[in-house]
Structures are given as structure tokens and as C-alpha cells.
């Protein structure tokens, strides 16, 4: 593995439609954080996994938001019924521990 | 309440002028301090890590110094290359990352 990688992209959708997103981690990472960011922001954190487990979340994740990490390998992250708030910049990042954390290209939600 | 604070927001350089950024937090439990460079439209990219006041990293053109209170930046004679916001980051003790706003810096030729 070169890096985190998130799909898709970019993503358009119409508000109250669900979406879904990807992160695949660095293989041998056991730790993976799923953050949000918006224009001029940094990046708040909504929820991170060992392994399989999912271990905390933020009070920023509705229960419009769920996230999981099915045999410790990716993640995926769902939004139901997406409100226009909810545009922003889902990054993921990776580590073994809690050192050197690898974020990905992020992928990009617009809600019209 | 655990809180990050950079500044200023925003930097103009001329290109070779050297400057500061700083990143001051509370947070009870602090296990490092990272610093990150992000590009437009792109993921943060890792800088440096520091652990304990005192200590101090250094990467080409960048230099990382930590005190109890805060962190600073150096940029020594920075080039338009170096332009990206650079966001600061504190770690809890359960390992996740509580970022500052970040400091969008531009270096003019």
C-alpha cells in the first residue's frame, strides 16, 4: 500500500438522498479515523476504529450518520437523508498506534 | 475544554522572508502535537510530531518547537513552493487529533 485511499472523490447529491463512503486504509493500520472539514476549517474528528471495533464518536455524528469497519480492513461511512449542512470535506486517516497518521484525499460532498 | 488556537489565519511572504506560526492549546492528557501541510482540495500531508516542551524537529525550509503552552512554525526563506494552509494538532490520550483552523500561508516571488 502506497497510502489511504477514499472513493469517490467527488460526490453530488440531492438533499435527503443517502450516500455512502469508502476509505481503505493502510493494510497493516489498525487504527482509522474518519474526520469532517469545511471551507476555512480544520478538520473535526465524527468517529475512529480499532480494528473492528468502533470506539468513539463525536457528538457532531447524528444518528443520520454511521460508520463501519467490517473485519478491521475498510470503513465505510453513510449519511441518511443528507441536509445541506452536511456539505463538506469527509477525510480519513490511518495509523498503527498512535503515530504517524496518513489521511487521504478526502472526498468532497456537495448537498444541492 | 480541549482547544487549539493558530494564528494569524492568514500570511503573505515575500518569497525568502522568514516568519512564524503559532499554535497554542489547552487540552488535559496531551500525548503529542502534530503539524500538517494541506494543499487545496487535498488530505493533510505530515510534517512533524513533538512529544515534550523543549523539543524541536526540523524539515528543509521548516523548523517545530514545542512549549507547555504552545507551538511555533519557523519558515526559513520560504519559496512560492511553500504555500498551503499548515494545520496544528493535539493528541489525546485515545489517540485521535483535535485540530486548530490552520494558517493559510502564500509566498509571493
Known amino acids: 500500500d502506497t497510502g489511504v485511499s477514499q472513493n469517490p472523490r467527488h460526490k453530488i447529491t440531492k438533499r435527503g438522498q443517502n450516500v455512502t463512503f469508502r476509505c481503505d486504509p493502510i493494510s497493516e493500520h489498525n487504527r482509522l479515523y474518519w474526520y469532517r472539514q469545511t471551507l476555512g476549517q480544520g478538520p473535526e474528528f465524527l468517529t475512529y476504529?480499532?480494528?473492528?471495533?468502533?470506539?468513539?464518536k463525536s457528538r457532531l455524528l447524528s444518528d443520520r450518520f454511521s460508520a463501519e469497519r467490517p473485519k478491521g480492513s475498510f470503513s465505510t461511512l453513510e449519511i441518511q437523508r443528507t441536509e445541506q449542512g452536511d456539505s463538506a470535506m469527509y477525510l480519513c486517516?490511518?495509523?498503527?498506534?498512535?503515530?504517524?497518521?496518513?489521511f487521504g484525499s478526502g472526498t468532497r460532498l456537495t448537498v444541492v | 475544554e480541549d482547544q487549539v488556537t493558530q494564528s494569524p489565519e492568514a500570511l503573505r511572504l515575500q518569497e525568502g522572508e522568514s516568519s512564524s506560526l503559532n499554535c497554542s492549546y489547552t487540552?488535559?492528557?496531551?500525548?503529542?502535537l502534530f503539524w500538517y501541510r494541506q494543499d487545496p482540495g487535498k488530505g493533510p500531508e505530515f510534517l512533524f510530531t513533538l512529544y515534550s516542551a523543549g523539543e524541536e524537529k526540523e524539515k528543509e525550509r521548516l523548523k517545530a518547537t514545542l512549549t507547555k503552552k504552545e507551538s511555533f512554525l519557523h519558515i526559513t526563506a520560504p519559496k512560492p513552493e511553500d504555500s498551503a494552509t499548515y494545520l496544528c494538532a493535539v493528541q489525546r490520550n485515545t489517540g485521535k487529533l483535535i485540530f486548530g483552523q490552520g494558517t493559510t500561508l502564500q509566498v509571493k516571488p
Open positions: 487540552v488535559s492528557g496531551l500525548r503529542g
Open positions: 476504529f480499532q480494528n473492528e471495533a468502533q470506539l468513539e
Open positions: 486517516a490511518s495509523t498503527l498506534g498512535s503515530d504517524g497518521y496518513t
